[in-house]
């Protein structure tokens, strides 16, 4: 396993990284003040001066590995970008084009789309012109479980009508949002995995409605989080996304990138934290010495950096899988950092806020909102407990092997040599 960065990985990083202290930063504060002073739903302007600065740089729409289309770089040569985009979470990544939901309906109209679909769609995505929602999630239904959805796909001649009720659509609240890509049943009667499709339904055909935004723990995002009802919306069938039956498969195709993408991100908020902590602990002195000489707070320092450090292995290690075997192979891998990514976030973030003691919970830090952003990272995409039942399952079947070996399992997890630039090759099993 080698988790050592390529030399594109390594000046994308540099350049990612000016960018970020140039830019990126300096405009988080006029992003607030952009959106407290006009309307809280469009895209600040500062945000279009980054897109075209990133642009003029070379980091635009690096998260896509069909090289048609975007970047083409790998997992483990992305995950590292995404990382530092994460330390400003809000404006970095769109500020890049690599922002979900766009970024997984990206790869999903790049992999099955047809030219006509990609030309009418893929295209203006890749270009920022517009955005787009990814529905899935239902208020009514156990979403951790997406064969028991109540969506309906139904055909009636040359339409698909569409017919349910949507939540947690992320990218609804946006204007520029002007697609819709649904999950619903199209075959009751067919097995269980494959009795879902997927179809593109644009934001303004008659019979959508976007009913609410959705806060989360008192944030309302730019692109907001809706609740969309679907009143027996008809489109082309040509709309339909893939083939028949295939939606469960492609949904999950396009969760796995996804995870890890939010993953990196999660620890770029947690190394952020924690580069706040360590400046805060160094300058706060009650009782007359500075609070990083004080238990418990230099211990948590160091808990900090190790957790990171050890969460970020897991990632690479996942996204080294992906790429060497396939995202179906890693799935057991992406199941794990998604539950270490979030909870170390949270972690880290939550440790920072106590070392700022009120200032943590106002406005005048990131900290807060990063902290609602890691502790809802535990339920999208699925919650931990989902991924704990999977990693169980798999275990169960690895210990329930003959000593014929553990066929199929990653390679040991890398040291922190790899992370240090070092080559680290082990034999993959």
């Not at 690599?98 to 109209?109: F, I, K, Q, R, V």
């Not at 002007?178 to 339904?201: F, K, N, T």
């Not at 489109?235 to 993408?261: D, E, I, K, S, T």
């Not at 160094?282 to 969460?311: H, K, M, N």
Request: net charge neutral.
């Amino acid at each position: 396993m080698d988790l050592s960065p390529t030399r594109r990985s390594l000046e994308l990083t540099e350049r990612l990284l000016d960018f970020m202290r140039e830019f990126v930063y300096p405009a988080e504060e006029v992003y607030a003040r952009q959106r407290r002073d006009g309307d809280p739903r469009r895209l600040p302007p500062v945000v279009a001066d980054l897109q075209r600065e990133a642009r003029a740089r070379g980091l635009w729409n690096l998260f896509l590995r069909d090289e048609r289309w975007g970047a083409g770089l790998t997992n483990v040569e992305y995950a590292p970008l995404a990382e530092i985009s994460g330390r400003s979470p809000v404006i970095a990544p769109e500020a890049m084009n690599c922002s979900a939901p766009d970024t997984g309906n990206m790869e999903l109209l790049a992999e099955y789309g047809t030219p006509e679909q990609q030309q009418r769609w893929l295209v203006p995505l890749l270009d920022a012109q517009i955005r787009s929602c990814f529905c899935m999630t239902e208020p009514d239904v156990a979403s951790s479980d997406p064969t028991g959805l109540a969506t309906t796909i139904r055909r009636d001649g040359g339409d698909l009508v569409v017919s349910g009720r949507k939540w947690w659509s992320t990218g609804t609240a946006d204007p520029r949002c002007a697609l819709a890509i649904v999950v619903g049943v199209s075959d009751p009667d067919a097995a269980r995995h494959e009795r879902q499709s997927l179809v593109l339904v644009p934001l303004d055909t008659p019979g959508v409605e976007v009913v609410r935004d959705l806060p989360t723990f008192g944030y309302s995002e730019q692109h907001g989080h809706g609740e969309v009802r679907f009143d027996g919306v008809r489109v082309p069938a040509a709309n339909l996304l893939g083939a028949p039956g295939g939606g469960f498969a492609m949904a999950q195709a396009r969760l796995g990138p996804g995870r890890v993408h939010h993953c990196m991100r999660a620890l770029g908020m947690a190394e952020r934290a924690l580069s706040l902590m360590v400046r805060r602990a160094s300058e706060r002195a009650p009782f007359g010495r500075p609070l990083a000489e004080q238990d418990p707070v230099g211990t948590w320092i160091a808990e900090s950096r190790l957790e990171i450090d050890q969460a970020r292995l897991l990632v690479l290690r996942a996204a080294w899988r992906m790429d060497t075997a396939g995202n179906r192979a890693a799935r057991t891998e992406i199941a794990g950092i998604k539950v270490v990514a979030a909870r170390t976030a949270a972690r880290v973030i939550d440790r920072a806020i106590q070392v700022f003691g009120a200032a943590g919970l106002s406005p005048d830090t990131p900290l807060a909102l990063f902290y609602a952003m890691a502790r809802q990272l535990r339920i999208v995409d699925g919650p931990d407990e989902v991924h704990l039942r999977s990693i169980t399952r798999h275990e169960l079947r690895a210990q329930g092997r003959t000593d014929q070996g553990r066929t199929g399992q990653a390679s040991p997890p890398a040291t922190a040599a790899a992370i240090r630039g070092e080559t680290l090759m082990a034999p993959a099993n």
